[in-house]
């Protein structure tokens, strides 16, 4: 079996969430989705699970953060052209998202940066393979 990441998130309301991260092309897998948590899959390997915090807190041996003040994690999700990550980003700030600055270019990958619904934040970007500078020799 092929190994899989899933990236388990406090959410406050369920249904919004579901709807910012189907925005941003995250689809629902039904067979692991119920009343406090949902199965979203960005692809055949990485899934996120959003959970109503009565259902985070029976995982976690500490408090919820409070992600809209504190970071508590980047995650970062990789796309295949520029206008992807535009496209994506725009559409997240269309479902309720927030850019909290702007894209970055690092001549071989360019990023962007959008916030949750609940301050989770997520750094969308595309890399050029080939535009990555050789390793200089000491």
């Known amino acids: 079996m092929a190994k899989q990441v899933f990236i388990n998130l406090a959410v406050r309301d369920l249904q919004k969430s579901m709807g910012f991260y189907t925005a ?3 689809t629902n897998n039904p067979q692991f989705s119920d009343d406090a948590g949902k199965c979203m899959v960005w692809s055949d390997h990485i899934f996120v699970m959003l959970l109503t915090h009565e259902k ?3 995982f976690a041996t500490k408090p919820i953060a409070d992600t ?5 994690g980047l995650f970062s999700l990789s796309v295949d052209s520029v206008d992807e990550v535009n496209n994506i980003v ?3 700030l269309s479902a309720g998202g927030v850019e909290p600055s702007e894209m970055k270019d690092y001549g071989f990958m360019q990023q962007r940066t959008i916030e949750d619904l609940d301050g989770h934040t997520w750094e ?3 890399m050029d393979m080939s ?3 050789a390793e ?3």
């Open 90 to 92: 725009t559409n997240g």
């Open 136 to 138: 200089q020799k000491e």
């Open 56 to 58: 985070f807190a029976t």
């Open 24 to 26: 941003l092309g995250f």
């Open 68 to 72: 809209k003040n504190n970071v508590a």
């Open 131 to 133: 535009k990555i500078p």
């Open 124 to 126: 969308i970007f595309y």
